[in-house]
């Protein structure tokens, strides 16, 4: 009964663990023409190229951007994504 408990519990721990997040400084570039500069959560480049999870300010909550809804985001001096069919 114990060890069922125990993984009952470790799984339902796993689902409320969320990834580190890694912000750096960049720019996202709206479908308006807007450049908005702020900080980039920095993953993987499968989850960069699907996802841009962008905040303004250390204290600012981060939107969420997927390739249609913005033209292109850019790392300042780094890595850049540009959204293309």
């Given amino acids: 009964m114990f060890r069922i408990s125990f993984f009952f519990m470790l799984f339902l721990s796993a689902m409320f663990v969320s990834a580190q997040s890694d912000f750096r ?8 023409g807007d450049t908005l500069y702020g900080e980039i959560d920095y993953r993987g480049d499968i989850f960069n190229s ?36």
């Fill in 25 to 32: 400084e960049g720019y996202i570039l709206t479908l308006e």
């Fill in 50 to 85: 699907t996802t841009c999870l962008f905040r303004k300010g250390k204290d600012d909550a981060a939107q969420t951007f997927n390739p249609l809804e913005i033209k292109e985001y850019r790392f300042t001096g780094g890595k850049f994504y540009v959204s293309r069919e």
